[in-house]
């Protein structure tokens, strides 16, 4: 019996060492050492043997038992690590190789633009309030010395809120941001310097109109301000925003709040303002002069309305369209406003 054990050893071990995996060794373990298995059917012979040989052979057994638990735990410590090494030589990272980027995104060409009108005026001392997108008919047509009967109040032209009525009037969704005006003269604190930009809206969508679009809006009000003031700011952002050599003109025109009143055109950037290409029509402008929009000395109404003497303030205001003058800079070619809110990444991303 004593050799049988021995043999049984070294069964043991010869498997053990033979083995690729730990299922194997599972089953290793139950062939010889479990329940059922060889050594405990082994140990059932003890009956068999001499009193003075039992002791012997029982410790000898349990001993061989031993060393197998041994040789089995370390074998599968070392399979399981093997295994580790496995896993990092088929899943290595070279985290040198250049990774791949995702993908970035980047500002709309409207945030772009109005900052960069933000920072062209600031750089003469103007500040950007916020006013209100929906505001009293007041601040909206009243104050800017608009009658009740004036066709932008009609409801085919301005967005009224189904909202109550105040002693303000109706509450508009702002179809321009001339409102900024009577908050900003209001407050009653000169020089007034203030660029508002904001979001205005109309009904109308076609072409060149979307029904939502942003307008900025520059007042200048202090003691002796006059036109000539306007002409020199004029110039300035012509220069700042289209490039340099780029001049403003002013034709007469009519607002409201306004007296006098103009429109005003920058020189056209492709034919220099002679309107003129190769002796050819020049196809952007036609006319040498690209309309960007309104400006005037503010109406002395519009002063009162604010609670301001205009015998001893005046002041200048304009009213231009963000995606406008977007579009009208050299090389944007965008022919159709919508698209700028179609949110097409194909269109968004060139800019
Ligand atoms: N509010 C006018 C509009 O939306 C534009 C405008 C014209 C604003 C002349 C002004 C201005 O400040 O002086 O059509």
Redesign the pocket.
Known sequence: MKDQLEALRLEIERDVKAAKSLEELEQIEVKYLGRKGQLTSMLKGLANVTAEERPILGALANQIKQTGLDLLASKRESLASSRYDAVAETERVDVTEPGIRPPEGHLHLMTHTIREITSIFEKIGFYRPRYPEIDWDWYAFEA?NMPPDHP?RDDWETFFMDAPISKKGKMVMT????NG?IHELQRHEFPVRMIDIGK?YRRQIDATHTPMFH?F???YVDQGVNLTHLRGILDYFAGQFFGKGRISRIRP?H?R??EP??EVDISCGVCGGTGLVNKQKCKVCKRGWLEI??????HPNVLKACGVDPKKYSG??????VERVAMMKEGAKIDDIRILYQNDVRFLKQF
């Open positions: 800017l932008a179809p321009h941001t001339s005006q205005s307008q809006e520059g007042l025109h607002f709040f306004t009143s103009f929009g309104g400006a005037g000395m503010v200048f205001a304009f009213g231009w369209g």
